[in-house]
């Protein structure tokens, strides 16, 4: 019992320290909690896939794809191409912030009177968010975009693959019998993690209200992401 709460703390805290940096996924998941769209769902993929990556690496996957090195160069390039993109995007952001406004709920909406639910996303200039049908498609198209950017951003970047499935891998491997104990433990440290980051990013609500913010937190973003893009293509 000892030693497997010890092999499932030890992957908790190795997995965690892996988790816990400065980089373009966790970057999008504070944009995406603080903008309270698709957290559950973006959430819910990079602990999914941080598990099924972990699996892989405690599986022995990691051995083999190490002996096709041109699959993680491959990934390096488009992943590299991928963060640069998205790096621009959130530049472009910074010359026309936008501000996250909350109102009151009315008395005829879902859930309690008076719970405050988001508006929508608006402009410098004030202009009224997405109402009625246009804004549920809106906010649809919007989550799609969300879903679609995660899973681009997690599987194309290399660096999770060398973190989940070669360290982590490597590591489980000298556990012995308890490989598979520690890694549950580094899947439980991605869940906790990733859940943290997301749903207490709604905490900084009411200061990201004021586009210079966002102004603020898109120059970071921009910054962090093209750093990382170019880093991987110089690497490849």
């Not at 499932?8 to 988790?19: D, E, H, K, Q, R």
């Not at 990691?62 to 160069?73: E, I, K, Q, R, S």
């Not at 390039?77 to 109102?103: D, H, M, Q």
């Not at 997405?130 to 975009?145: D, E, K, Q, T, Y």
Request: hydrophobic share 60%; with cysteine.
């Amino acid at each position: 019992m000892n030693s497997a709460l010890t092999a499932a703390a030890a992957g908790f805290g190795t997995g965690l320290s892996l988790i816990v940096a400065i980089g373009a996924q966790n970057a999008f998941v504070l944009r995406q909690g603080v903008r309270r769209d698709a957290v559950l769902a973006v959430v819910a993929i990079c602990a999914l896939s941080d598990a099924a990556l972990i699996a892989l690496g405690v599986g022995g996957v990691g051995a083999v794809v190490v002996a096709w090195p041109a699959v993680l160069t491959a990934v390096g390039l488009i992943g590299g191409l991928f963060l640069i993109g998205y790096g621009c995007l959130a530049a472009r952001r910074v010359l026309k912030p936008s501000a996250l406004t909350v109102e009151a709920g009315s008395a005829g909406s879902a859930g309690s009177a008076g719970v405050p639910s988001v508006a929508g996303v608006v402009g410098a200039a004030g202009a009224p968010g997405p109402s009625g049908v246009a804004g549920v498609a809106g906010r649809a198209g919007s989550r799609r975009r969300a879903v679609l950017t995660c899973l681009a951003m997690t599987w194309l970047n290399p660096h999770v693959y060398l973190d989940t499935v070669f360290l982590l891998g490597s590591i489980a491997a000298d556990r012995g019998p308890w490989r598979w104990t520690f890694g549950l433990g580094a899947m439980l440290a991605s869940l906790v993690w990733f859940a943290a980051l997301g749903f207490g990013a709604r905490l900084l609500s009411p200061l990201l209200a004021r586009p210079s913010a966002w102004r603020v937190l898109d120059a970071l973003i921009a910054v962090t992401m093209i750093v990382l893009g170019a880093t991987l293509i110089a690497g490849v």
